[in-house]
């Protein structure tokens, strides 16, 4: 949420900055602006709108000056219009802020400031922070301890990144619930809210801790707590590749993201799984396996779509390891006082590993005495760094704001769990070869959907036009249900609902017309019968049916308008396979609907605000 990139060096700082928001803009992309300093004096330009926005208006390589911030926003205070787009300056306009968080108590600071004399141009927290720091700035004369005095005072979250004419070969960059991370290059430095932005440059890095600061210099940098405490800092490299943040051909990132899988869920799996013995090796669990072993109840928290992931993994698990597994919104886990024992173990999943309320969570678990696992996509975020022990989903960067290759590994990673539990208890080494034998075929089932999208392309034309959607589904492909349905509307802005499929006749049954598109997950499982039940229902009172069923279900055909054909694989992994078309069904709805698929409206990749 909100994008930052700040340089210090010897090159023209402006189109470096520049290309880096463009890497950032998953991010937010509300509005856009730099701020680059010369000769003891600051340019800022700034728009509501894109990057490119910007650049149409703006001549980007006429701004010189080798030191300067960037920031793409997504709006929490005020509207996205030119007067809120970051960066902020001080009264005097000698200082230079941009800010990704939420000042909880801006309003507090702003009287103090106003009944100091102080006047505001933005209806911003962040420009209120900036106020603050030249406001102090003017009486202690140093910068660093003036960004620290304000800080100390700050409540709520912030990565911030700070520049002035006052000491102009400096960059001042400090974090407290918003990752940062610095790039260290030779003779010139960056900081940017992720790696995305500095990987052109370099691949060292250094992510910035929670409640640290850091001084950029040309020469060099250091890293010290808010209170000024120095702090040690670890050089690490970045763990992917420049061409894997690229869109690599494909009209948009989500759609590459989707081509992706049949690599993505193997490298969740590589490695990891024994066919031989039916087994999982998860190396990261090595320092839990005895708080695994004795766990009374595991609880899993999330949000969105990695709360759906966690909704299969109960299924998974309680059915696999035979222990009782809670799912709980991360925000409704952190507020509602949960009893958690020190028996328990919870679960945090995570692809950007930066999700503010399950973070809030793990902590709240953590104070509780629970054992904290992580599964986690972006290596070396913070809820990676904050639990006991985790599992990488290796998916990968996500770009496209609508996350789908992070859905299928959570899965791949999930299913691993499971079965590593369950082979410490009840499951035989069959059993267990059983399921990795499916599961090792994924990659190739996922291929085979990816290969035969031109029918979901024909539904996805007839359908754009409604104005609802329900997806319906029974056991594991209830939460797929969900998820469907979420990535319907994220991108395409139709309402949709996801429900169990039985749950439709005490209720959403009122809904169905002529009307209204019900997608059915329906495998051939022990609830076949059930599920074409239920398609009947809706077939009774005219609703069109799209089914998702096995290549090989003759009878479906008679009972849908639409199937969409999924390779047979056993209950357990049916979601991961009925979620692919999902994907697509969303993707090409969205595109004749001429929607932004990449960059939805009012969303933005890594929800790091409450
Ligand atoms: C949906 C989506 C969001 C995220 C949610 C959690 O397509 O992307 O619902 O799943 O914001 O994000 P992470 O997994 O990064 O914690």
Known sequence: MCGIVGYIGTQQAAPLIVSGLKRLEYRGY??????????????????????????????????HG??????????????????????????????ALVHNGIIENYLTIKKKLESAGYSFRSDTDSEVLAVFIGMLYKTLGDLELAVRTALTEVEGTFGIVVVSVHEPDMIIAARRGSPLILGIGNGEYLVASDASAVISHTRQVVYLQENEMAILTRDGFSTKTIENVDTRSVVEEIAFE???IERGGFDHFMLKEIYEQPITFRDGFRGRLNIEEGSVRLGGLGPVVDQLRQAKRIIITACGT???????????????ARVPV???????????????????????????????????????????????????????????????AGVYLHAGPEIGVASTKAFTSQLCVLTQFALFLGRMKAV??????????????????????????????????????????LYLGRGYNF????????????????????????EMKHGPIALIDENMPVVFIAP??????????????VRARNGRVIAIADDDDEHIARVANHVIRVPRTIPMLTPILASIPLQLLAYYIALERGCNVDMPRNLAKSVTVE
């Open 428 to 469: 035989s080494a069959q059993q267990g070869k059983d399921l990795a034998d499916a599961l090792e075929q994924i990659p190739e089932q996922i291929t085979r959907i990816l290969d035969n999208a031109e029918p979901i392309k024909k539904i996805a034309h007839e359908y754009a036009q409604a104005s609802n959607f």
């Open 242 to 244: 420049l061409e894997q």
């Open 524 to 537: 051939k499982d022990e609830i076949y019968d059930k599920i074409v039940s239920n398609i009947e229902e």
């Open 66 to 95: 080798s030191v300067g911030v960037g920031h793409t926003r997504w709006a929490t205070h005020g509207v996205p219009n030119d007067a809120n787009a970051h960066p902020h300056t001080d009264q005097d306009g000698g200082i």
């Open 479 to 502: 939460p797929a249900a969900l998820e469907g349905a979420l990535k319907l509307k994220e991108i395409s802005y139709i309402h949709a609902e996801g429900y169990p499929a039985a």
């Open 306 to 320: 990695s709360w759906h992931a966690a909704l299969v993994g109960e299924y998974l698990i309680e059915q696999l």
């Open 326 to 388: 809670e799912v709980e919104y991360a925000s409704e886990f952190r507020y509602r006082n949960p009893i958690i024992h020190h028996d328990d173990v919870v679960i945090a999943i995570s692809q950007s590993g930066e999700t503010a309320d399950t973070l809030a969570a793990i902590r709240e678990a953590k104070l509780k005495g629970a054992t904290v696992i992580g599964m986690v996509n972006v290596v070396g975020s913070t809820i990676a760094r904050e639990t006991d």
């Open 30 to 63: 509300d509005s856009t602006g730099v701020c680059v300093l010369s000769d003891d004096a600051m340019r800022i330009e700034k728009r509501a709108g894109r990057v490119k926005d910007l650049e149409n208006i703006v001549d980007i390589a006429s701004i």
